[in-house]
């Protein structure tokens, strides 16, 4: 009997790959006591609450400002829970990443 919570990989999972974050950046990055396998079950698509799907994405928004410049933090858009979880309520499917241009720059900055 399939497991009705498990939502499988999230829209968190892609976002962190394209923005070059592994799990161990978004522990670093919190400072609410996040662990790498909480941050395994979010990206795996284990269904979250809704205080540890914000602690998530806390971390994550904070890891990635990390990383920015000066003026890309001027123009970066805060991804919200609805944004990184697709079972979330108001998460839309289509929606389309404000960030895309910033996260590319990024990205090959950081290229491990």
């Not at 996040?34 to 799907?53: D, E, I, P, S, Y």
């Not at 000066?70 to 697709?86: R, T």
């Not at 499917?93 to 950081?110: E, L, Q, S």
Request: glycine content about 8%; charged content about 30%.
């Amino acid at each position: 009997m399939p497991d009705d919570r498990d939502h499988g990989l999230q829209p968190l999972d892609a976002l962190m790959n394209d923005w070059g974050l592994e799990n161990h950046d978004l522990v670093d990055a919190s400072t609410e006591q996040l662990t790498h396998k909480q941050v395994q079950r979010a990206r795996k698509g284990r269904q979250l609450t809704l205080k540890m799907m914000m602690k998530v994405m806390r971390a994550f928004n904070v890891a990635i400002w990390y990383r920015l410049t000066d003026e890309e933090k001027e123009g970066y858009f805060e991804y919200g829970h609805a944004h990184l979880f697709n079972y979330a309520k108001g998460h839309e499917a289509g929606w389309t990443d404000p960030n895309r241009g910033t996260m590319t720059a990024v990205g090959a900055r950081h290229a491990r």
